[in-house]
């Protein structure tokens, strides 16, 4: 079966760096995606890494290594408003998205 | 504002019910989607629509039944549901199924809970 994992919570501290990993099994490959969700409000699109390597945007960063099924997102210089649920999903071989639970991240002061 | 308007935000309906929740993209695009979030769950893809024909149909019950008048408009009709059909629902569209990078703009979603 197809599968994406990503940690459940994560915790960090205002200013900080964090990094979400995700790992995935998938029938076939045609990108990843990183998507930031606040409570109550609509998934928005942060990232899309399709070879190998990192991606940067502004504090946020998207790693990709195809061969060992694994992405990571870094966000750096943490803000109170980076609290977020942040989904992972790859596309397959059919194009379709498959989608991780997400990670809660919590930022303190 | 992601240029992908869900309505209603909240509803509420008893299980004999029926009812209907709208999704409107102004963005020009040609795919839009119908997925269920659940607490702690991944997203679950329920429809797809490509062109105004659906593409996609992942065993949804029949109690859910999409309708794609347009390629700007979704709507999902709801009758006699169960408790568990309680979530999140979001609408999707991207310009395209595939190609190259093709992120789906997400509306707000629709909180549903059936009583």
């Known amino acids: 079966g197809q599968n994406i994992d990503q940690p459940t919570e994560m915790t960090a501290t205002e200013g900080a760096i964090v990094q979400i990993n995700c790992t995935y099994q998938?029938?076939?490959?045609?990108?990843l995606f990183w998507y930031q969700q606040h409570a109550g409000e609509a998934p928005t699109f942060l990232s899309y890494?399709?070879l190998d390597g990192l991606e940067e945007k502004g504090r946020f960063s998207s790693f990709l290594s195809r061969s060992k099924g694994y992405s990571y997102l870094l966000l750096k210089e943490l803000q109170m408003k980076d609290s977020a649920s942040y989904l992972c999903a790859v596309r397959d071989s059919n194009y379709q998205l498959i989608w991780g639970a997400g990670t809660k991240l919590i930022i303190k002061p | 504002e992601t240029g992908v308007t869900q309505t209603p935000r909240h509803l509420v309906m008893g299980m004999t019910n029926k009812k209907s929740l709208k999704c409107e993209q102004h963005l020009g695009h040609n795919a839009m989607y119908w997925y269920k979030q659940s607490a702690k769950k991944p997203l679950e893809l329920m429809f797809v629509y490509n062109f105004k024909e659906q593409t996609e149909n992942n065993s949804v019950p029949s109690r859910f039944s999409p309708e794609c008048p347009n390629s700007s408009h979704l709507f999902l009709h709801l009758h006699t549901l169960q408790p568990e059909d309680s979530a999140l629902y979001l609408c999707?569209?991207?310009?395209?199924?595939?190609?190259?990078?093709?992120?789906?703009?997400f509306g707000q979603g629709t909180r549903l809970t059936v009583v």
């Open positions: 890494n399709v």
């Open positions: 999707a569209s991207s310009q395209d199924l595939g190609g190259e990078s093709t992120e789906a703009f």
């Open positions: 998938t029938s076939g490959f045609n990108g």
